[in-house]
């Protein structure tokens, strides 16, 4: 008989805040109060697509592990992209949907997903396997994933019937500047000019540039950013957002000390806007919205200013997001995210399992290719 036990949840303020938040420490992501504003706002619920099944495992009758999770109708806001894995499912006249998925959702961040608090992780990691599989047989979902995992996790997770996928991101990393000049210096004479020539577009334009955090974002502030990022969302794809303004509104109540509001004004009026997030290490640089399309606004908003932000409060980090190759040009390294996947179906499993073989030698090249475009100066 196995020495632990596990219980789901159906929404996260079944577990103990307190509980969960001595398990998650790393990003403000997995923090009770994040979940918490996603469920509660409507963001991820059965009608999104996104049913929040959380999992605890016991030792006795004390938790030794969680992780946040949810039955996943669709592949929206994943980021890691099992599109064309659904469509060979369809193909087939089998169903892809639904499927159970460890992710925190619409965010790409890397961090905790199975948090340990045990002597002996491996037999965790053996248990939840186990745990997963059978459900997943059980409930009938074509497989189980875990998305934005950290390295040393994916790898403990891996085995012959759970696959690890590599992906490529891009984070910038404070070399103990002091300030903004001091990280131009350590740029090529060419792509130092460029961001001068960005940036005084701004100033060309009468564009300032104003930081609010914590209490002194107000609820207009937000109202006026979630009005921002659901207009530029439906510019671009003709629907207002995974997020509402409700979301935003409980993060500025329940999360006030780990907020960024970033708002570019012109002629005193509020043009544009980013909202980030920070921990003692690292900016997170998570959403953007504007009124128009504005010359150079966007890398101003998105990544200089986050960048002058981790100069001025020392932190080492700035990530900003998915995908990207410009940010490359701008001082942003490519890094490797991770992520684990199990699929039911024996044949299904063989071809994805090959696919993602192939793929890592794939993503090992882009990476190295990356690499040569960085443009700092040579040491």
Known sequence: MSQFNHSWFNQITDIDTTIWQRFFHDTPFTDHAFLAALEHS???????GWQPMHLAIYQQKHIVALLPGYIKYHSYGEYVFDWAWAEAYQQHGLDYYPKWLSAV???PIEGQR????????????NYLTQVLTNTAHDRQWSGWHINFCHQQQAESLKSDAVMLRQGVQFQWFN?????????LDSLTARKRKSIKKERAKITQQHITIEWREGNTIS?????LFSHFYSQTYIKRSGHTGYLNNAFFQRLRDTMPTQLVLMLAKQADEVIAATLSFKDKQCLYGRYWGAND????LHFELCYYQGIEYCIANKLKQFHSGAQGEHKISRGFQPVYTYSVHHIQQPDFA?????FIARERQHMALYKAQCDTLLPFKQQ
């Open 105 to 107: 959702p619409f965010t």
């Open 175 to 183: 070399q103990a500047y002091s300030h903004f000049d001091d990280f």
């Open 293 to 296: 399309e504005i010359d150079s």
């Open 219 to 223: 609820a207009q502030d937000m109202q």
């Open 42 to 48: 409507g963001c991820v619920s059965k009608n999104t």
């Open 114 to 125: 199975l948090s340990i608090n045990h002597p002996n992780p491996d037999s965790v990691y």
């Open 350 to 354: 063989a071809a994805i399992n090959d």
